[in-house]
């Protein structure tokens, strides 16, 4: 897979950060033969492994695709061939999703609780079940108040009011 | 004797009435979770842990307990109804199901499925009273440098069986571990990898990394599905909702060889239901007389992987109480459960805590009953939750999730950190990474460290512990084989052909 060759770059990549990160921390071996340095150290060794063997997984499935090729002439369902429209939409898609919860968590103390998800819920409710206003209210709300006041008051959770008066 | 008599006493613990009500709720909110698709055990199991914080710990552990058994009986009414597994052991169930259910067979499809997981879950937890305590014995033995290889077995065992790639099963496992060492360590005083916020030295929750990969992402994806547009509409329940006298007799060989098979598949680290029933499935289509059937409707193909992805949550149970070692997502946050009420599972629980391990083990019985009830008379009430509008039932996740983390420490920080992981979970999802090695790890990657420099310590650095004893030596054998198995398999099956 395309992605595949990506995820051992990207896994090199994170190897050589994670080895920076590592010798910032300082050494203190009182009382313990390896120090704290000793795990993250292994575990950058065990990122090149996992990223040497994914490299050998891709080019062992590139090998078995020129095979099959050989044999078909032919190679219906070609993963790595370029991501059609529907795949482009998933990542605004995502993107999106992230932006508007990202707002939500922004408005999250100063709204409060309450309010915020009930908007916030409202908003998702309107776009993923159009043409239903009354139960995206409804069900918005009811479910903002009724969590809001459940864990406030029965849970005792701290969980901001906000513009809430209670 | 005295085991006898911790069973005895454990079933006075379960059957307390506000022990009762939890078990209820438990099993309740399984089969509620196990028929909505969209979040699984692993994610309501975390999504609960904030709400059990006041109660007591045998309570709140006996009703996560009981989501994470009752998801199995949930799991299958999607899969017969609308092809689409509630939960993924449900997976093979939704081929004859289905089939079954198109046939105008869905109410004997949903009560061999009820009958069959009622069976098998209920010998599933005779073997895991069998089980429990002559393994605790054993795992008394067990020094650092055991626990150490005990665990490294357990993640190479789970890297190397989840999703198709042992090498993208590795890298997960790998990544829970370095978020495992943000923080402070605990043995030196330093902080690693806290990049000056204080939110980190007390390292990164599970919770926070459990509802970002499972509940966020999968909802992340629910919605992206409603956005393309691909959902199959829900069959109704036709046909009375019970089976035939040739339909029983049928499903009674694939139930009870479902309910060893998946026990046994259970305690191993790694498999999991899944496995457990799609082995069950050939195992019952390689001995059914009439194969050809399987597919089409046989009723064999729905009672036999019930019954093994039933008796595998008892199973899975196994290594968890005993030795302290999960063997898959769900248990790995069953875990971090017992650790955030103070308990730390393994054998000593059934030396310190008989009450709790045992009242924990014997609701399970009570729970299977509860189950059998609510899956099948009940069934009826159930199955309108598939009508919820997932417009409506995705967005309420994200709030509960929301919810659920703000309410355990009420820090912004572990907000935007539960949405980072959901992106990832998302991310991962789209390149086949699976995200259970990565849990698993992260829960055990404490313990892990702790053993690994206490036996070092012990041993004046020497290296060598690991494998100076028989246990070790042969856990560390186990490990290299699982780890190497799925890439040697791959190259012997390319090689015998030119050899012939």
């Known amino acids: ?8 770059l990207a896994t090199v990549l994170l190897a050589a950060i994670y080895w920076f990160a590592t010798e910032q921390i300082k050494e203190s071996l009182i009382g313990d033969p390896i120090g704290p340095k000793a795990i993250p150290r292994l575990l950058i060794i065990g990122l090149l492994i996992a990223a040497f063997l994914l490299w050998l997984e891709t080019l062992a499935g590139t090998k078995a695709k020129a095979r099959e090729q050989a044999s078909n002439q032919a190679v219906p369902g070609d993963s790595s061939a370029p991501e059609g429209p529907k795949g482009i939409r998933g990542y605004f898609f995502i993107a999106a999703m992230v932006l508007s919860t990202l707002g939500y968590f922004f408005v999250f103390n100063w709204l409060g609780y309450a309010v915020a998800t009930a908007l916030y819920l409202f908003a998702l409710m309107t776009i993923f079940n159009p043409g239903k206003s009354t139960a995206n209210v409804l069900t918005a709300t009811g479910f903002s108040l009724g969590s809001y006041l459940a864990f406030s008051r029965f849970f005792g959770v701290q969980i901001p009011a906000g513009v809430l008066p209670f | ?31 509620i979770v196990g028929i909505l698709p969209g979040i699984g055990p692993s994610a309501s199991i975390a999504l609960l842990i904030p709400v059990t914080y006041g109660m007591d710990p045998a309570s709140g552990l006996i009703m996560m307990a009981g989501v994470y058994y009752g998801t199995k009986y949930g799991g299958s009414t999607t899969a017969i109804l609308i092809r689409t597994p509630g939960e993924a052991a449900s997976v093979m169930t939704s081929i004859d199901g289905y089939e079954m259910a198109r046939n105008g067979r869905a109410g004997a499809a949903l009560a061999i499925s009820a009958i069959g997981s009622f069976i098998a879950g209920t010998l599933g937890v005779v073997a895991l009273t069998l089980f429990a305590v002559p393994l605790a014995s054993t795992a008394l033995k067990f020094g650092p440098a055991e626990y150490f290889t005990l665990m490294l077995f357990a993640l190479t065992a789970v890297a190397s069986l989840s999703g198709k790639s042992p090498a993208k099963g590795l890298l997960s496992t790998i990544l829970g571990l370095m978020i495992a060492t943000i923080g402070i360590d605990l043995q030196s005083g330093q902080q690693r990898f806290t990049a000056g916020i204080a939110e980190f030295q007390d390292g990164i929750g599970f919770i926070v990394v459990v509802v970002g990969m499972f509940a966020l992402a999968e909802v992340f994806r629910g919605l992206e599905k409603i956005h393309t547009g691909t959902s199959d509409p829900a069959m109704r329940i036709t046909g009375k909702l019970w089976i035939t006298k040739e339909e029983w007799r049928r499903s009674k060989g694939p139930i009870w060889r479902g309910s060893i098979l998946g026990f046994l598949i259970g305690i191993l680290p790694g498999a999991g239901g ?18 050809e059937e399987f597919g089409k409707g046989a009723i064999e193909g729905v009672a036999g992987p019930e019954a093994a992805n039933n008796s595998d949550t008892a199973g899975a149970m196994v290594p968890l109480l005993t030795l302290g070692v999960p063997g898959g997502g769900a248990t790995a946050v069953m875990m971090g459960a017992f650790i955030m009420h103070g308990i730390q599972p393994g054998p000593l629980l ?8 045992w009242g924990l083990i014997d609701s399970m019985y009570i729970g299977n009953v509860m189950l059998l009830i609510l899956n099948l008379p009940l069934i009826g009430v159930f199955v309108r939750l598939l009508y919820i509008p997932s417009g409506i039932l995705y967005p309420l996740i994200i709030a509960i999730s929301v919810l659920g983390t703000f309410a355990i420490n009420g820090s912004m920080v572990e907000l935007y950190l539960v949405l980072f992981f959901g992106v990832l979970g998302y991310i991962f999802d789209k390149v086949e990474i699976p995200i259970p090695p990565l849990v698993l790890s992260l829960v055990l990657a404490g313990i892990m460290e702790q053993s690994f420099r206490q036996a070092l310590t012990l041993s004046d650095g020497n290296p060598t512990v690991f494998v100076s004893s028989g246990i070790s030596a042969t856990l560390v054998f186990f490990s290299a084989v699982s780890l190497a198995l799925p890439f040697l398999i791959p190259r012997l099956k390319l090689v015998k052909p030119e050899q012939d």
């Open chain 1, 1 to 8: 897979m395309k992605s595949d060759k990506f995820i051992v």
């Open chain 2, 1 to 31: 004797m005295e085991t006898f008599n911790h069973i005895i006493n454990g079933f006075g613990v379960a059957l307390m009435p506000i022990n009762l009500w939890y078990t209820f709720v438990g099993v309740l909110i399984g089969t």
């Open chain 2, 274 to 291: 899944t496995i457990a029933s799609l082995l069950s499935y050939s195992t019952e289509k390689r001995l059914s007389k009439n194969p």
């Open chain 2, 350 to 357: 059934f030396q310190n805590r008989p009450d709790l391990v």
